[in-house]
T-cell receptor, first 112, second 113 residues
Framework: NAGVTQTPKFQVLKTGQSMTLQCAQDMNHNSMYWYRQDPGMGLRLIYYSASEGTTDKGEVPNGYNVSRLNKREFSLRLESAAPSQTSVYFC???????????FGPGTRLTVL | GENVEQHPSTLSVQEGDSAVIKCTYSDSASNYFPWYKQELGKGPQLIIDIRSNVGEKKDQRIAVTLNKTAKHFSLHITETQPEDSAVYFCAATENTGFQKLVFGTGTRLLVSP
């Protein structure tokens, strides 16, 4: 099992450019999450998908959109990147009825 | 909504010493409190968790205590080793079948040989 995989690992964008961060899990988990991690601010939930076919906003959803493509894949899209979106992005997944979240290795995004 | 505060932000100890990281939460409805460890360049990984019906839980050298009345919980690491060096995050959630974790701001633990 690869667990949770994220692509790309690193990305540099210019202000106004768009991009999609990809996340996939092979653990047959129902729920998936996108977090951003900034220095001194911990992990903040951007969007989550409790189950296939549903998505909901988290704590900091502005400037982002998500798609739960199928049970395995959950993508995060930045339509018009801003320097404030410079961060490390983590995808996570969890099994229904089980509390533990499994995290991917992260994507380090820089917006110039 | 829930707010989780974590202290200290950095903690340096000598190998073999104990380390304690403390968190407070604001929402009395929260009843599930996990701790995650993040090593350099990796995603966080669950190391221990506790539910509100339990006051203390141990797993080898790590333990977590919970005081629901005071709304605080702590991570205790005994006999620290250099491989314990990492960033530790506490979190809280109201466990209603689906969890939306609210994380603390993290503690960078450095264990010196």
């Amino acid at each position: 099992n690869a667990g949770v995989t994220q692509t790309p690992k690193f990305q540099v964008l210019k202000t106004g450019q768009s991009m999609t961060l990809q996340c996939a899990q092979d653990m047959n988990h129902n729920s998936m999450y996108w977090y951003r991690q900034d220095p001194g601010m911990g992990l903040r939930l951007i969007y989550y998908s409790a189950s296939e076919g549903t998505t909901d906003k988290g704590e900091v959803p502005n400037g982002y959109n998500v798609s739960r493509l199928n049970k395995r894949e959950f993508s995060l899209r930045l339509e018009s990147a801003a320097p404030s979106q410079t961060s490390v992005y983590f995808c996570a997944s969890s099994k229904a009825g089980v509390n533990e979240q499994f995290f991917g290795p992260g994507t380090r995004l820089t917006v110039l | 909504g829930e707010n989780v505060e974590q202290h200290p932000s950095t903690l340096s100890v000598q190998e073999g010493d104990s380390a304690v990281i403390k968190c407070t939460y604001s929402d009395s409805a929260s009843n599930y409190f996990p701790w995650y460890k993040q090593e350099l360049g990796k995603g966080p990984q669950l190391i221990i968790d506790i539910r509100s019906n339990v006051g203390e839980k141990k797993d080898q050298r790590i333990a977590v205590t919970l005081n629901k009345t005071a709304k605080h919980f702590s991570l205790h690491i005994t006999e620290t080793q250099p491989e314990d060096s990492a960033v530790y995050f506490c979190a809280a959630t109201e466990n209603t079948g689906f969890q939306k974790l609210v994380f603390g701001t993290g503690t960078r633990l450095l264990v010196s040989p």
